[in-house]
C-alpha cells in the first residue's frame, strides 16, 4: 500500500495533523491500533472534555513544561480560538466556563471525537482501525510501515502521533519512543503527570512500594483513606514542601479520591512533586485550611466557639472528646473529621487553630501510567523544528502531540497542545510535497 502521508496514532494530535494534510493533492493515512479513534479523548474531563483555554499566549505558556517556547509557532498557527472556530464550523458548538476552559455545548466527549474523525475524512484522510503498527523503518525516501495484520504501507512523510503512556488501556502504551530512539532521536525521562498523589498511610500498602515510589491506584484505601476519600475542599492553600524547603505554593480546591491527592491544585502541584519523588527526593503538603485569617484570628474564633459548645444545653453529658468533634464540624467540612482525628488524635483546642493552618501529609508516592492525565518526558523539543514539527535529524519525519517533551497543567492545555502541533505537523508535511 503506498500514501503520501502516514499518521500513526488516531488521536487528538494525529486526526488534527490528517485535517491539516489533507489538501486534496495528498493520500493521507491514518492508522490507529485501537477499534475505535480518540479513545483517549473520550475519557478527557471525566467524559466532558475541557477542550482548549482561551488564555493569551502569554497567560498560556505559563501552563506548558519544561519549554513553553517551543509551541508558540503551533499555537499561533491553530490558536484555541483557531480550535473553537475549528469545532463550530464542523457541526460542534461550544461553551466557555470559569478558568477560560473550553467544553462541547454538550458536555460529551464522544462528540468532540466524532467531529474530529469526520472533519478528517472530510479532509481526504482514510483512517483505519485496529491496524497496530509493530515496525517502521526508513529506506531511500520511503518511511516502511509493517502492521501486525500483515499490511506494508510505504510513505513519502511519516507523523508519530501515537501519544505517550498516560492510561495504555485507551493504547497509548509507548511505542512511538521505540520508532523515534530507532530513527536516532533520544528520549528524555518519561514520567506521570497531572496524576493523584498519595499520603503515607492512604492505602494499605503490601510490604513496600515499588522503588520508583509508584503505588498501584487499585490498592485498598486504609483506614486514613476511607475516611478522606471522596472530600472535596474549595479555596483551601497548599505548600510543597521538598526536602524540608519549600517549593510550591498553590490556592484554589483540592479532591481526595480512591488515588489520593488530586484536583485542581494536586495536578498543578503534580509534575513538579513526581519529578521530586523520582530523584529520591521527601516530598510533604501543608495544608491550610483556613488560608483567609490569621492564626490568631482563627485562635479567638476557635476560643468562642469552644465557649459557645460548653454553654449550649445539647452539651450536657458529653464528653470533652464528643464536644471537641462538635467544635471541628464547625470549622472544616464535617466529613473530614474523622481524616483529621485519625491525623492527629491528640489535637486539643489550644492546638487546634495551628493544626488547621498547617495540615501536614508525607507523600508516600503517586499514582502511575494507568490513571494519570498526560505524560511528561519524551522526544526532546530540541531535536524537533518548532516552525514545521520535522524532525532535524530524518528528514520527512514529524512527531506531534504527547510524544514530545511537552506538557501541560489541567485545564485544556494539553488537547491545545496536541491540536496545535498535531496541525502544524500536517500542513508541513504536506507543504514538503
Known amino acids: 500500500m503506498e500514501t503520501d502521508i502516514l499518521i500513526t496514532g488516531g488521536g487528538a494530535a494525529g486526526l488534527l495533523a490528517a485535517v491539516g494534510a489533507g489538501n486534496g493533492r495528498n493520500s493521507v493515512l491514518v492508522l490507529e491500533k485501537m477499534p475505535r479513534p480518540g479513545r483517549k479523548i473520550m475519557i478527557s474531563g471525566k467524559g466532558r472534555c475541557n477542550m482548549t483555554n482561551l488564555k493569551n499566549w ?26 473553537v472556530r475549528f469545532f463550530n464550523e464542523n457541526g460542534l458548538p461550544t461553551v466557555a466556563e470559569r478558568g477560560d476552559r473550553v467544553f462541547p455545548a454538550s458536555y460529551k466527549a464522544m ?31 520511503r518511511f516502511i510501515a509493517l502492521t501486525a495484520s500483515g499490511k506494508e504501507i510505504r510513505a513519502k512523510r511519516l507523523i508519530i502521533a501515537t501519544g505517550g503512556l498516560s492510561y495504555p488501556a485507551t493504547g497509548s502504551t509507548g511505542d512511538g519512543y521505540r520508532w523515534a530512539e530507532g530513527f536516532g532521536h533520544s528520549i528524555r525521562k518519561c514520567f506521570p503527570s497531572l496524576t493523584a498523589l498519595v499520603p503515607a498511610g492512604y492505602k494499605m500498602l503490601p510490604g513496600k512500594a515499588h522503588g520508583d515510589r509508584h503505588i498501584d491506584r487499585s490498592l485498598p484505601l486504609s483506614g486514613l483513606g476511607k475516611s478522606l476519600m471522596g472530600c472535596r475542599l474549595k479555596n483551601i492553600s497548599l505548600t510543597v514542601e521538598i526536602d524540608g524547603h519549600p517549593a510550591a505554593e498553590e490556592f484554589g480546591d483540592l479532591d481526595f479520591t480512591d488515588g489520593g491527592v488530586e484536583g485542581p491544585v494536586g495536578f498543578k502541584v503534580s509534575r513538579k512533586c513526581v519529578k521530586a519523588i523520582d530523584n529520591g527526593s521527601n516530598v510533604r503538603f501543608i495544608l491550610d485550611m483556613k488560608p483567609a485569617v490569621t492564626q490568631e484570628a482563627l485562635e479567638r474564633r476557635i476560643s468562642a466557639l469552644w465557649k459557645e459548645i460548653g454553654e449550649d444545653v445539647r452539651s450536657r453529658g458529653k464528653t470533652e472528646k464528643e464536644m471537641f468533634r462538635t467544635l471541628l464540624g464547625k470549622l472544616i467540612p464535617v466529613s473530614m473529621t474523622n481524616g483529621f482525628l485519625k491525623c492527629y488524635p491528640d489535637a486539643a483546642v489550644p492546638d487546634l487553630a495551628c493544626r488547621l493552618k498547617g495540615w501536614e501529609f508525607k507523600i508516600a508516592g503517586y499514582v502511575g501510567y494507568e490513571r494519570c492525565v498526560v505524560t511528561a518526558g519524551g522526544v526532546p523539543v530540541d531535536e524537533v523544528s518548532p516552525k514545521t514539527m520535522e524532525s532535524r535529524l530524518v528528514p520527512g519525519l514529524y512527531f506531534a502531540g504527547e510524544i514530545l517533551d511537552i506538557d501541560g497543567d489541567t485545564g485544556g492545555y494539553n488537547l491545545q497542545c496536541a491540536f496545535s502541533t498535531g496541525y502544524r505537523a500536517g500542513v508541513s508535511a504536506a507543504a514538503s510535497l
Open 111 to 141: 462528540d468532540v471525537v466524532d467531529t474530529l474523525g469526520k472533519a478528517a475524512r472530510n479532509a481526504g484522510a482514510t483512517i483505519l482501525t485496529g491496524e497496530e503498527v509493530t515496525e517502521i523503518s526508513k529506506c531511500g525516501d
Open 58 to 83: 502569554s497567560e498560556f505558556s505559563r501552563h506548558i513544561h519544561p519549554k513553553a517556547d517551543f509551541l508558540k509557532t503551533a499555537f499561533y498557527a491553530f490558536s484555541p480560538e483557531d480550535t
